[in-house]
């Protein structure tokens, strides 16, 4: 444990009972001291800071709490939906024993690489019972709300054990890393990122490891939890893994005589981490790599997703000092505002770097927030909303393998926790310093200093809006008497975000053409696109449904038709009664194209199996 106050000398950051031997000149209290960082018991104050983080994540996601069902939270529908199909799909490969990593009930029939996207093997494998008794819907709401909550309380309870001695330094950092504009703007549909809670466990794994003792235990503990991250998150588990070199390499350059003798008990450990990662991890390592449907890079430049110098002084669309202009041509879209701390934040935190100039962990911090936030800049630097021809630091790794498919705007994810971990020493630092004669004043105007910067960046709720019904046919299950099991419906207008809806209300019970997802622009080409090239009948029907033709079909179309539904591999069409742009005037083209419909329930069916089996 570093000693409670900053002075002269430096400090590392060694856990309690290291400091002797680190050479720490006031060492923490001894073993049995009560109350020490590693040895708290859960206590009536944890209970209230996990009340607190809880209803903080009902606060930013209240509005899509009133209907669950009925509603899409957040700025990004889109992304949500296709987190309610994973989720969906995860029920159902777990129910239906079917593999986690790829399917054909998206994009039929050629399928979905999910280790390219996003699988959320392990959340889905936890929610599935919530899933099939609720609905995707409900659990997706259930995951992003928790990922808040269980975020901050797991920095809270990692800083509290093994770093600072206050709980309220401990909150505030916890507070931060979790409800900080990073996690807020991810929580418009990336609950993969938000899901941050093992983070801090990972974190402090791998500095225990450089204390030696434990090795195989040490060792075996980190994999397992590197492990769960990986089906969680593999973007996360990357970014986690990226800052942990970013800490060994900022104590190297900080202590580097240290840094080398505590380096020498990590390799054993990590040896042992990387063979168990390594043997649960290989099939989907295969297929996010080799696999079917594997995608090389991400769709665009890195640029489109970075951010910019100016990013860091702004305020969020979600916060209290922002709004829905205050981020605009400063973020990619609303979901990539992983910085905009504004300049009381920023200030704050150079006076504490300054004031805590001697303290290794401060300077530690400070270089891997400073380092990260400027890979978040992309391949070259900004001036304002623009950017120049001058190469930035990301230019340097924007073609290795892996930084290639890296959505750049997320490095400052690393610098979000940089700065919530700095907040935590800063503030133990002030409360030891309660007991000096200027301490107490000195503890005051630090948290007032503290409030008043957080306050501008604390969340608002994220808006909600209503989303457009699935039908009856599907939510009440008379689809199955229609489309066996593995084979496809095809909802119409046939585009990605209607397939998904209706898939998810069936927990992926059918195939769906087309989708919402990452894969290669064709068997031949693994560049990463956005979905696929519609069938021509997809193009003839959203055509129809957009006004841009008439409803005359020829010979050549229905031909077509009936050809596009065969590669399908549908079993029915399906048109929704009400909803639908131009719906007479579609059921007058699927009538040409398939035959006279029927009405099923709330829906018009055209069954194909006679053109497809």
Not at 67 to 84: H, I, M, T, V, Y
Not at 88 to 97: D, E, P, T
Not at 466 to 476: L, Q, W
Request: with cysteine; charged share 15%; proline share 8%.
């Amino acid at each position: 444990m570093t000693s409670p106050a900053p002075d002269t000398r430096d400090r590392e950051p060694v856990p309690a009972g290291d400091a002797q031997e680190a050479g720490a000149d006031t060492p923490g209290p001894g073993p049995e001291a009560e109350g020490r960082p590693g040895r708290r018991r859960w206590s009536r104050v944890d209970a209230v800071v996990a009340l607190v983080f809880l209803a903080g994540a009902f606060w930013v996601t209240a509005r899509g709490w009133r209907d669950p069902g009925g509603r899409l939270l957040g700025s990004r529908p889109n992304d949500q939906g296709f987190n309610e199909w994973m989720l969906a799909y995860a029920a159902h490969a777990v129910s239906h024993l079917e593999n986690p990593f790829f399917t054909t009930l998206q994009n039929a029939p050629t399928g979905v690489n999910l280790m390219t996207n996003v699988g959320l093997q392990l959340p889905g494998l936890v929610l599935a019972p919530v899933t099939l008794l609720f609905g995707a819907s409900f659990s997706y709401l259930l995951f992003i709300t928790l990922n808040l909550a269980g975020t901050g309380y797991a920095w809270y309870h990692v800083l509290s054990r093994h770093l600072v001695d206050s709980r309220a330094a401990a909150f505030v950092g916890g507070l931060f890393c979790a409800f900080a504009p990073a996690l807020v703007s991810h929580s418009n549909g990336h609950p993969h990122i938000t899901a941050q809670w093992l983070v801090p466990f990972i974190v402090w794994r791998v500095v225990a490891l450089s204390r030696g003792g434990h090795v195989v235990r040490d060792g075996l503990v980190l994999g397992g939890l590197v492990v769960a991250q990986f089906f969680v998150s593999l973007e996360i588990l990357f970014l986690t893994a990226l800052g942990c070199l970013m800490l060994v390499l900022a104590y190297l350059a900080v202590r580097p005589r240290d840094a080398v003798r505590r380096w020498r008990p990590m390799l054993p450990g990590l040896a042992i981490t990387a063979v168990l990662v390594g043997a649960a991890a290989a099939y989907p390592l295969w297929m996010q790599f080799a696999g079917p449907q594997h995608r090389v890079g991400h769709p665009g430049t890195p640029d489109i997703y970075a951010l910019k110098l100016g990013s860091y002084v702004r305020f969020a669309t979600q916060s209290v000092a922002g709004g829905p202009t205050s981020a605009v041509g400063w973020a990619p879209n609303t979901t990539e505002q992983a910085s905009f701390y504004g300049w009381s934040l920023l200030v704050l935190a150079a006076g504490a770097l300054w004031w805590l100039r001697r303290d290794v962990t401060a300077r530690v911090l400070g270089v891997v927030g400073l380092v990260s936030a400027l890979f978040s800049i992309g391949t070259t630097w900004t001036s304002g909303t623009r950017r120049t021809d001058i190469p930035a630091p990301f230019a340097l790794v924007q073609d290795l393998p892996v930084f290639d498919s890296v959505v750049v705007a997320r490095f400052a994810l690393i610098t979000t926790v940089a700065l919530g971990v700095l907040l935590a020493v800063a503030g133990d630092r002030l409360a030891a310093r309660r007991d000096e004669p200027s301490g107490r004043l000195a503890a005051r105007v630090g948290a007032v200093a503290v409030a008043a910067a957080l306050l501008p960046v604390l969340p608002v709720p994220l808006e909600a809006r209503g989303r457009t019904p699935v039908p009856e046919f599907v939510t009440g299950g008379a689809w199955r008497d229609h489309v066996a099991p593995g084979r496809t419906l095809v909802p119409v207008p046939v585009n990605g975000m209607t397939s998904l809806y209706w898939s998810s209300a069936a927990v992926a019970g059918f195939a769906v053409p087309e989708g919402y997802f990452l894969g290669p622009v064709s068997a031949t080409d693994a560049t990463g696109r956005w979905g696929v090239d519609p069938q021509p009948t997809a193009k003839l029907l959203t055509a129809v449904s957009r006004g841009e033709r008439d409803t005359a079909v020829g010979p050549a179309d229905i031909a077509q038709a009936r050809a596009d539904v065969r590669y399908w591999k549908a079993d029915a069409v399906a048109l929704p009664d009400r909803g639908a742009r131009r719906h007479d005037d579609l059921k007058v083209v699927l009538d040409a194209l398939y035959g006279p419909g029927r009405r099923v329930d709330d829906v018009w069916l055209w069954d194909v199996r006679p053109f497809t089996r």
